[in-house]
C-alpha cells in the first residue's frame, strides 16, 4: 500500500503546478455549489491542500 502513496506523492511532486490549479478549481466549484455559503472555509482548506501537495502552495 505505502508505494501507491509513494507514487502518488512522486507524481505531485513533478506536477505540482497542475494539482495546485486542479485543487483551486476544487475549491471554486464547491464555492459555486455552496452558494458561497462556506467561501473561507473552503480556501482554507484549499490552501491547507496545496501546502501539503508537491514542493508547496505555486499559487499566490
Known amino acids: 500500500m505505502n508505494s501507491f502513496f509513494d507514487k502518488v506523492k512522486n ?11 486542479a485543487l483551486e478549481k476544487i475549491g471554486e466549484v464547491a464555492d459555486e455549489r455552496t452558494g458561497g455559503k462556506y467561501t473561507e472555509h ?5 490552501d491547507a491542500a496545496q501546502e501539503h501537495t508537491g514542493e508547496g502552495d505555486t499559487q499566490p
Open 42 to 46: 473552503i480556501k482554507k482548506g484549499v
Open 11 to 21: 507524481l505531485a511532486d513533478q506536477h505540482d503546478e497542475k494539482v495546485d490549479q
